[in-house]
C-alpha cells in the first residue's frame, strides 16, 4: 500500500483541528468526534492545548483510504508558532491549506501559501466552514485568485451556502478548463478541436497538482461532514505517494524531538531512503557539530490507524519515533555509519540532509521569518535558577528558535520568541511541566549586524602578546542578505590536525553570535587564512607537555580576539526587523492615517481603491507594529484591518544604534578578555 504524508495547515480558527477529526471519524479511526472546545481532540494532546483550544505542538496521526495509508500532521494555526509548522514542511508529500469560508483569507494564510508555493508541496484548498453564518464562495476564491496569486482549479459549488443544509456539489466547470489548458499544449488542442475527453481533463488535473502547478479547491464543513468524502478523493487522487528506495543508503530528516514520561528524548524523522532497524547504529547530524554523533537505535515507533505502535523496522516513506539517540536534535539528517563503522573523514563533515543523502525529498530549512522578539525570564519565589535553566534547555530541545541565552554576569535568562502567545505558553508549560513559577520582563526586538566592509587580522604563535599556543588569521566578508554564516579554508586542510579546525569553525560561528554592538553576526563569509601550531612536546621518561604542545582549547581561546579584530576592521551595521504589511480602511480615514504611519516609520509603497475603501502596502519596523496596530481602531473607526509580516532586515536609521549586553567574556576588550579567559583554563586545567 502506498504512503502519503500529508500537512494540514491554516490560520487560527480555520478548523484545521476540527477537520482532522472529520478526516479521522470518516476512515474509521475514531468511533466519535474530538470537539476542539470540549478539548477532546485526537491530535491536541497537550494539556495547555486542550485548555486553550489551539494546537501548539505538531502532531501525527495515521488512518487508511483504499489505496493508500495517510500519515496526517496536524500543525499550529497560530503564527507565534510559525517554527512548528517550518519543521513539518520538509517531510511532507502534500498539503491541505484550510481557509475559512467567514473570515477569508488571512496574513497566515498568505504566508503559508507563499511558502508551500516556493517549495512545489502539492496542495489542495479546502474552504471550511459553508454552513456558518456569512460564509461565501465566490468572493474567497476571488481573494485567493488575487491577494495570493493562485492557479486555481474549483472542484465543484456550494449549495444552500451560511445554513446547516449547506452541501458541496462536485464537478469540474469551465473555470478548471480553462486553468488547465493554460498550461498544458494537448489539453488547449483538444479544447480547440471542440471537445476535451473526461480522461485527458482529469490527467491534466492529476499532473499539474503533483507538481504543484495548479490547486484544487473544495467547499465543506469539518462539523457537518459536508465536502469531506470529496477531498479525501482527492487524496488518493491528486496527491502524489512518498517515495524513496527502501534498498537503498539510509537517509532521513528530524522534525520534531520530545521527552517521553521518563524524561527519555524521543526523536520523530521522516525517512526518505534505506530501511532502519531497532538495534541499528546510525550517524546523525546537521552538518554545523562536526562528522556526527553516532548512536544505537533503542526502539522504533511508526504510525497506524490512529495509533503510535512499536515495529521492528520501518522503510522509505515512513514517519518513525526513534529512542536511544541521546544527543539528537531537531534539522539533524539520520544516516548509515560509513563502511559500517567509525566516524566519516574530515571531507564527510558538515555535509547535512541537503535533499537527504541525495534522495529527493526537502531538506530542513528555515523557510518562514526567525524570531524578532526577546524576553529576559525571571525567576519567581522559590524557583531554583539552575533548574529554570535546565527546563528552557529541555524546551529550546523542542524549539530550537527558542534560543535560550545565558547571562552569567547578571545572572539573567532570556528567550527568543515570535509572540506574546508564546509567551505565556512557554509561562504555561514551564509551571505544569516543571513546577517553575516565571514571570517576563518587557519583550524587546532582536536585531542583526551585517558586515559591512572586509576586514583582516591575524595573530601569530610565540609572537606579540599571544598567550596561545596557536596561529590564526581569520579575513570577514559581506555577503548577500539571506546567505547565513560561510566559513572557507585558504590554508591546506593537512597543515595542523582537522580537530583544531573544527575548534576554530565552532569558535567563530558561536562568537558571531555577539557581533560589535552585541546582535548575531550574519550574512558574511569567515575565512581562515593563518594556521599553525605547537606539535605535542614531551620530556624524558613524563608524559605529554600541554605547556608546550598546542591543544583545542588554545584555537578555541584565541579565534574570538582574532575575529574580532576582523570585524572592527570590517565594521558592522546593525539591522533592525522589518514588516510588510497590508492595511484596509474607509478611504476617508486616509489623510489622519499617512500622518500616523510616518510617525511610526511605516512606508506606504502602493495605495489603491476599492469601493469606499483603501488599500495600503508597505512596510514598518517591526518593533512599531504593536503600537500602529494600537492606534488603528481610533484612526480609522474601527473598521482598519492590518496584516503584517516579517519581510527583511533594514539598517537602523531612526534613534540610537540599539546595543544588546554581551554574555561571552568580550572579546572586544582583550584584557577583560584574556583575564576571564586564562582564569576559566586555569580553573579546568
Known sequence: MHLLNLGILAHVDAGKTSLTERLLHTAGVIDALGSVDAGSTTTDTLALERQRGITIKSAVVSFPLDGVTVNLIDTPGHPDFIAEVERVLGVLDGAVLVVSAVEGVQAQTRVLMRTLRRLRIPTLVFVNKIDRRGARDTAVLRQLAHRLALPLVPMGKATALGTPAARFRPGLGPAALETLADRDDALLAAFLDGGVPDHLLRGALAAQTRDASVHPVYFGSAITGAGVPELIGGFERLLPAAGGDPDGPLSGTVFKVERGPAGEKVAYARLFSGTLRVRDRILFGDGRRGPGEEGRVTALGVFDRGADSRAGSAGAGRIVRLWGLGGIRIGDAIRDVPGGGGAPRPEEAGSGPAGPGGVPGRAYGHHFAPPTLETVVVPGPGTDRRSLHLALTQLAEQDPLIGVRHDELRGETSVSLYGEVQKEVVQATLADEYGLDVTFRETTTLCVERP??????????????????????????????????????????????????????????????????????????????????????????????????????????????????????????????????????????????????????????????????????????????????????????????????????????????????????????????????????????
Not at 591575524?458 to 606579540?464: A, G, I, Q, R
Not at 586542510?493 to 550574519?522: I, N
Not at 509603497?605 to 517591526?622: R, Y
Not at 544588546?660 to 586545567?685: C, F, I, M, Q, S
Request: hydrophobic share 35%; glycine share 10%.
Open 452 to 685: 559591512v566592509g572586509t576586514g583582516h587580522a591575524v595573530e601569530f604563535n610565540k609572537k606579540d602578546q599571544n598567550p596561545f599556543l596557536a596561529t590564526v588569521g581569520l579575513r570577514v566578508d559581506p555577503a548577500p542578505p539571506g546567505a547565513g554564516v560561510d566559513f572557507r579554508l585558504e590554508v591546506e586542510l593537512g597543515s595542523m590536525p582537522y580537530a583544531f579546525f573544527r575548534a576554530v569553525e565552532d569558535t567563530v560561528r558561536e562568537t558571531l553570535g555577539q557581533g560589535l554592538h552585541g546582535w548575531q553576526v550574519t550574512d558574511c563569509t569567515v575565512t581562515m587564512t593563518h594556521s599553525g601550531y605547537s606539535p605535542r612536546q614531551s620530556h624524558a621518561h613524563q608524559g605529554f607537555d600541554k605547556s608546550m604542545s598546542s591543544t583545542g582549547q588554545d584555537f578555541r581561546g584565541l579565534t574570538p580576539l582574532v575575529l574580532t579584530d576582523a570585524l572592527r576592521r570590517a565594521g558592522t551595521l546593525v539591522h533592525e526587523p522589518v514588516h510588510r504589511f497590508r492595511l484596509e480602511a474607509p478611504a476617508d480615514t486616509l489623510g489622519t492615517l499617512l500622518p500616523v504611519l510616518a510617525r511610526l516609520g511605516a512606508v506606504p509603497e502602493s495605495t489603491g481603491t476599492h469601493a469606499a475603501a483603501c488599500v495600503l502596502e508597505g512596510t514598518v519596523p517591526a518593533a512599531r507594529v504593536h503600537a500602529l496596530e494600537q492606534r488603528l481602531p481610533g484612526t480609522t473607526r474601527g473598521e482598519g484591518e492590518l496584516e503584517t509580516a516579517f519581510d527583511h532586515y533594514a539598517p537602523v536609521t531612526r534613534g540610537a544604534v540599539p546595543e544588546r549586553p554581551r554574555t561571552d567574556h568580550n572579546p572586544l576588550n582583550r584584557k577583560e578578555y584574556l583575564l576571564n579567559v586564562t582564569r576559566r583554563t586555569g580553573a579546568n586545567g
